[in-house]
């Protein structure tokens, strides 16, 4: 089938630890792979993105790298700060269109 | 470059009555996307629609439809709502396929 699977939450870290949030996909060929972010009331902003094994994404400190052989795509930041205090979501492509599969959300909160 | 523009923000609606959400894509942006997102189900593909073409659809009743006009604006209709069609209703825009989507604020809606 076509999924994703992320890691549940809620996650609560201090600030400057680190973290990572478990993401794997299940699908036919090799789709493009992304991670995004909603702050509270907002839509989703795209974090990073991969579209082929082996691509490492990076954004403000995030980092992913897109692992063929484990169909996974975690999410990891070496310091977190409170800003980064969110909802994660872990999605894939269809390979056609624009159609996104999401994981269901990974809920972080950093505190001081 | 402006965002994803989608109107309005916020709506009460009464069961049984219809509603219409609106999306500006990002300009020069084709593919226009609808996602329901609940607390129970997470984020859900509506449909998409490219060049006034729907070219995917979710797996929801036909009481949810759209369209896309051809400046690439898009509409998402609900008829007689239910109590479960509460929920954030976001576009996205993409510039092509399995590329990444830019994510309006969203729509609240809240069937009474």
Same mark, same amino acid.
């Given at each position: 089938?076509?999924?994703?699977?992320?890691?549940?939450?809620?996650?609560?870290?201090? !600030? !400057?630890?680190?973290?990572?949030?478990?993401?794997?996909?299940?699908?036919?060929?090799?789709?493009?792979?992304?991670?995004?972010?909603?702050?509270?009331?907002? &839509?989703?902003?795209?974090?990073?993105?991969?579209?082929?094994?082996?691509?490492?994404?990076?954004?403000?400190?995030?980092?992913?790298?897109? =692992?063929? !052989?484990?169909?996974?795509?975690?999410? !990891?930041?070496?310091?977190?700060?409170?800003?980064?205090?969110?909802?994660?979501?872990?999605? =894939?492509?269809?390979?056609? &269109?624009?159609?996104?599969?999401?994981?269901?959300?990974?809920?972080?909160?950093?505190?001081? | 470059?402006?965002?994803?523009?989608?109107?309005?923000?916020?709506?009460?609606?009464?069961?049984?009555?219809?509603?219409?959400?609106?999306? $500006?894509?990002? $300009?020069?942006?084709?593919?226009?996307?609808?996602? /329901?997102?609940?607390?129970?189900?997470?984020?859900?593909?509506?449909?998409?629609? +490219?060049?006034?073409?729907?070219?995917?659809?979710?797996?929801?009743?036909?009481? +949810?439809?759209?369209?896309?006009?051809?400046? $690439?604006?898009?509409?998402?209709?609900? $008829?007689?709502?239910?109590?479960?069609? @509460?929920?954030?209703?976001?576009?996205? @825009?993409?510039?092509?396929?399995?590329?990444?989507?830019?994510?309006? /604020?969203?729509?609240?809606?809240?069937?009474?």
């Amino acid at each position: 089938g076509n999924s994703v699977t992320q890691m549940e939450g809620p996650v609560t870290l201090s !600030e !400057e630890a680190f973290l990572t949030i478990n993401c794997t996909y299940t699908a036919t060929g090799y789709p493009s792979l992304f991670w995004y972010v909603q702050y509270p009331g907002e &839509g989703l902003q795209l974090l990073l993105k991969a579209t082929k094994a082996d691509d490492k994404g990076s954004n403000k400190g995030f980092e992913a790298t897109y =692992r063929k !052989e484990t169909t996974s795509f975690h999410l !990891e930041k070496g310091s977190v700060q409170v800003s980064d205090s969110a909802v994660y979501f872990c999605a =894939r492509a269809l390979n056609t &269109g624009n159609q996104f599969y999401f994981g269901t959300g990974t809920s972080l909160t950093v505190i001081p | 470059k402006a965002g994803v523009t989608q109107t309005p923000r916020y709506l009460i609606k009464t069961r049984g009555q219809q509603v219409t959400l609106s999306c $500006s894509p990002i $300009s020069g942006h084709r593919s226009v996307s609808w996602y /329901q997102q609940t607390p129970g189900q997470g984020l859900q593909f509506l449909f998409e629609y +490219f060049s006034e073409t729907q070219r995917n659809k979710g797996n929801f009743p036909g009481r +949810f439809s759209g369209r896309q006009f051809s400046n $690439s604006r898009s509409e998402m209709n609900v $008829s007689t709502l239910e109590l479960g069609d @509460s929920a954030l209703y976001l576009c996205a @825009s993409s510039l092509s396929e399995r590329a990444e989507a830019f994510f309006g /604020q969203g729509t609240r809606l809240t069937v009474v």
